[in-house]
């Protein structure tokens, strides 16, 4: 059922604002969301098969792991992005809480599954990573323990807000558990320099040059490239489904889909 907020950022938008607001407004944000979709999925596959290229064929062997190293073309880029995907859901569920948009939650909750998406794949390929490197498929380090909590607050978003009938309440329950756990973010990237951890240091670091060979590097950065056009095209698409469901009886909505 569709549920009107009491005001959109559309509406409150003042003659002369910047016409970048008015996508604000689902109304033109969903035929915005379909044109940019197609352009970031073939994004996402050209950059995946160039940083695989780099990653499985191009680079050599490593001295101590062997290919057993590989896995960092997939495993760092997913651990950065469940990470920034968190932080991006966050931010548009701070601000759906605070204005009362509809688009920000819709964001919201269309980013939850690609993070969990990320963060159990970060998970994952860590555990492949840690059988033939540390012996073990896991261990109760920090840095593995709180990206495991990062997973249970992802699951924990789309489950308050499925267990919530009334879209609004759901929006704001599941926007305040969303901010609630943005503390968990910095323990993760901090958690190897905070605590004597198993786990490695950072791979790539804002404060210095990279320690790892020019072509390890551009391949990790192609496949961050490709998992994040992938998050972009994913998160449009889904939001789409968000607002077909919400406001299926707007016409607006029928307008565009021909409706009646």
């Known amino acids: ?28 944000f969903f035929p915005l969301a379909a044109a940019l ?6 994004l996402a596959i050209v950059a995946g098969l160039a940083g695989l290229y780099i990653g ?32 991006a859901m966050a931010a548009w569920a701070g601000v759906g809480l605070v204005y009362n948009t509809r688009l920000s939650a819709m964001m919201a909750s269309a980013l939850a599954p690609t993070g969990a998406l990320f963060t159990f794949l970060a998970l994952w390929t860590g555990a492949l990573w840690g059988k033939p490197t540390w012996g073990a498929w896991w261990v109760w380090d920090a840095r593995l323990t709180s ?26 329950a599941a926007a305040i558990l969303a901010l609630a756990g943005v503390a968990n973010v910095p323990v993760i990237y901090f958690s190897v320099i905070w ?8 791979s ?20 961050t ?26 016409d607006w909505l029928n307008a565009k889909t021909g409706g009646g």
């Open 1 to 28: 059922m569709n549920l009107p907020y009491s005001s959109t950022a559309a509406n409150r938008r003042a003659p002369h604002a910047p016409r970048v607001f008015a996508y604000a407004a689902p109304r033109h």
């Open 37 to 42: 979709t197609p352009w970031f999925a073939a």
């Open 56 to 87: 499985l064929l191009l680079v050599p062997a490593d001295a101590q792991q062997h290919d057993a190293f590989r896995i960092i073309f997939v495993h760092v880029p997913a651990a950065w992005m469940s990470m920034l995907i968190y932080l």
């Open 147 to 172: 990206e495991l909590i990062l997973l249970f607050l992802y699951f924990g978003f789309m489950a308050l807000h499925a267990s919530i009938d009334e879209p609004r309440r759901a929006d704001r």
């Open 195 to 202: 605590w004597n951890t198993l786990h490695q240091g950072a």
């Open 204 to 223: 790539v670091s804002l404060n210095s040059a990279p320690s790892m060979a020019a072509p390890v590097l551009a391949g990790m950065l192609l496949m």
């Open 225 to 250: 490239l490709a998992f994040w056009a992938y998050s972009v095209a994913a998160v449009l698409r889904r939001v789409r489904c968000i607002m077909l469901e919400r406001e299926g009886s707007a």
